[in-house]
């Protein structure tokens, strides 16, 4: 039982972790600056405390993927 509730909290912490790490923007989102597109000041800002706390939380969550995994590697 113990098993079953382990795993299937590992497999949402999974799926969680690839949402977050597929929701942060990469280092060199060069594209934009191709087009045109400008950002200003305050834009860029919030978008990288945002891309900070998804950072932050996605340790978090690794951490917690961590520990289930070695926790059924025990049981």
Do not use: P, R, Y
């Not at 079953?4 to 999974?14: M, P, W």
């Not at 929701?23 to 060199?28: A, F, M, P, R, Y």
């Not at 305050?42 to 690794?62: E, F, P, Y």
């Amino acid at each position: 039982m113990a098993t079953t509730i382990i795993s299937v909290l590992q497999v949402l912490a999974g799926i969680v972790l690839i949402t977050f790490v597929i929701g942060q923007s990469g280092k060199h989102s060069g594209l934009g600056a191709i087009g045109g597109a400008s950002e200003s000041f305050l834009s860029k800002n919030q978008a990288k405390s945002a891309d900070a706390k998804l950072a932050k939380w996605t340790k978090w969550v690794a951490l917690v993927f961590v520990l289930l995994t070695l926790s059924l590697s025990l049981i």
